[in-house]
T-cell receptor, first 113, second 109 residues
Framework: DAGVTQSPTHLIKTRGQHVTLRCSPI?????VSWYQQVLGQGPQFIFQ???????GRGNFPDRFSARQFPNYSSELNVNALLLGDSALYLC????????????FGPGTRLLVL | GQNIDQPTEMTATEGAIVQINCTYQ??????LFWYQQHAGEAPTFLSY??LDGLEEKGRFSSFLSRSKGYSYLLLKELQMKDSASYLC??????????WGAGTKLIIKP
């Protein structure tokens, strides 16, 4: 079975632009979480979606939004990009809302110039 | 505020034992994780503790003391492939996952 997949793997944008990152969970998993990991730091929780509804949100500005589709895949959107948005964006899936069985994708590395 | 403290970097010798400590101050506690993350890769799950005590899993063990807000990850018989960052993460009372900055472990031959 395929694990969590994310696209694209790398992305370069300029300040003020918009970006959409995509995530496909493990087959059968209904929950997707998004994290931002700045180099040298631990991941920061952005969103959790379960059954297409937002179930948790971290301390991120409204420029960050996400959604989950009927097939449980998910998109993370970031508007008006700032230099500080440069990071590794990780997606994780789990079968339910529990954190214990969370599996991470390889991440999307975003560079904002 | 919520805070998770880990040493920034540790060095150990191949074949030896190393203990990586994690202290936390969070709004509530519903479990603690340890993850391993190799450079440029995603974190991979190592252990989960919700009750006090020691959980052993092969060469890796994790300990939790909820009254002290303290956990450690013990790695035995170190191998070069254990060179990675080790992340401590706590589930708080809102069931959000709060992460530490990670401990970079360097293994020397």
């Amino acid at each position: 079975d395929a694990g969590v997949t994310q696209s694209p793997t790398h992305l370069i944008k300029t300040r003020g632009q918009h970006v959409t990152l995509r995530c496909s969970p493990i087959s059968g998993h209904k929950s997707v979480s998004w994290y931002q990991q700045v180099l040298g730091q631990g991941p920061q929780f952005i969103f959790q979606y379960y059954e297409k509804e937002e179930r948790g949100r971290g301390n991120f500005p409204d420029r960050f939004s996400a959604r989950q589709f009927p097939n449980y895949s998910s998109e993370l959107n970031v508007n008006a990009l700032l230099l500080g948005d440069s990071a590794l964006y990780l997606c994780a899936s789990s079968s339910g809302l529990e954190w214990e069985t969370q599996y991470f994708g390889p991440g999307t590395r975003l560079l904002v110039l | 505020g919520q805070n998770i403290d880990q040493p920034t970097e540790m060095t150990a010798t191949e074949g030896a034992i190393v203990q990586i400590n994690c202290t936390y101050q969070t709004s509530g506690f519903n479990g603690l994780f340890w993850y391993q993350q190799h450079a440029g890769e995603a974190p991979t799950f190592l252990s989960y503790n919700v009750l006090d005590g020691l959980e052993e899993k092969g060469r890796f063990s994790s300990f939790l003391s909820r009254s002290k807000g303290y956990s450690y990850l013990l790695l035995k018989e170190l191998q070069m492939k254990d060179s990675a960052s080790y992340l401590c993460a706590v589930i708080d009372s809102n069931y959000q996952l709060i992460w530490g900055a990670g401990t970079k472990l360097i293994i020397k031959p």
